[in-house]
């Protein structure tokens, strides 16, 4: 496994941000993991996160499977914080990216409107979120970087779950179906596989493994 995705599942399990259990989906799917990337909530923690999300975008952009941008964009809520602290981890790295995100509800007063942060028009954008699961939240993202005149130049997530959004129909996963449909690249920094990989070698982990399992036969790529 690439030295990014374990770092990442071990920042995640240590901060908590990886849980298991039983929570519903905003799919409405009912899930025996949950990753919380509001646990992330120290700078300190927050850095490691985001120069995990840089080497996997590194990493990305040295085999070819990710092209280049020129800016960040972060969806609400969760994405704001991840994209600035990614486009923090780019400046130490050399690299200076402006950063985007948008509000859920537009602001009426002041500067109004739901964008912040810098403008979208003509600029190659890399949306940085923390989750796909059924790509309702790329999409909007999409959506809104198109209506501001934005380039998606690729996606960015930390931990694609690899789930069907419907199963009895397809077996493809969401991330690899809005990959196909908009012609892009989507990059994970985990994946649900890594997940199992590293449950199945871990004692802590090993109770989850077979719940893990199930779950993925029932709604999980093929
Ligand atoms: O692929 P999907 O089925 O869309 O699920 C994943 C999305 O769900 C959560 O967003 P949510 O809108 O719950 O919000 P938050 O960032 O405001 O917590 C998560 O942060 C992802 O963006
Ligand atoms: O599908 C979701 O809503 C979801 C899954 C997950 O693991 N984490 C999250 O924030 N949302």
Do not use: W
Not at 19 to 41: I, M
Not at 131 to 153: K, M
């Amino acid at each position: 496994m690439q030295d990014h995705r374990r770092r990442f599942l071990d920042l995640a399990l240590r901060a908590d941000a990886l849980r298991f259990g039983e929570f519903t989906l905003k799919s409405g799917r009912s899930s025996p993991y949950f990753f919380n990337a509001g646990r992330f909530d120290s700078g300190a923690s927050l850095a490691g996160l985001a120069s995990c999300y840089a080497d996997a975008i590194d990493s990305a952009r040295a085999d070819g499977s990710l092209g280049e941008f020129d800016g960040l964009f972060g969806p609400a809520y969760k994405g704001i914080p991840l994209a600035t602290a990614l486009a923090c981890e780019y400046s130490r790295r050399g690299h200076d990216l402006p950063v985007t995100f948008n509000r859920k509800e537009a602001k009426a007063h002041g500067e109004g409107g739901s964008l912040i942060g810098a403008p979208l028009e003509g600029r190659r954008v890399l949306i940085v979120d923390d989750v796909i699961t059924a790509g309702t939240a790329i999409r909007e993202a999409l959506q809104i970087i198109g209506d501001a005149g934005g380039i998606v130049s690729g996606i960015v997530i930390a931990l694609d779950r690899q789930e069907a959004v419907d199963p009895s129909i397809s077996r493809r996963s969401a991330a690899q179906t809005v990959a196909t449909e908009h012609a892009l690249p989507v990059v994970a920094v985990a994946s649900l596989d890594d997940l199992l990989t590293m449950a199945a070698g871990s004692a802590a982990l090993v109770d989850q493994h077979a719940r893990l399992l199930a779950y993925r036969e029932a709604y999980g790529s093929r």
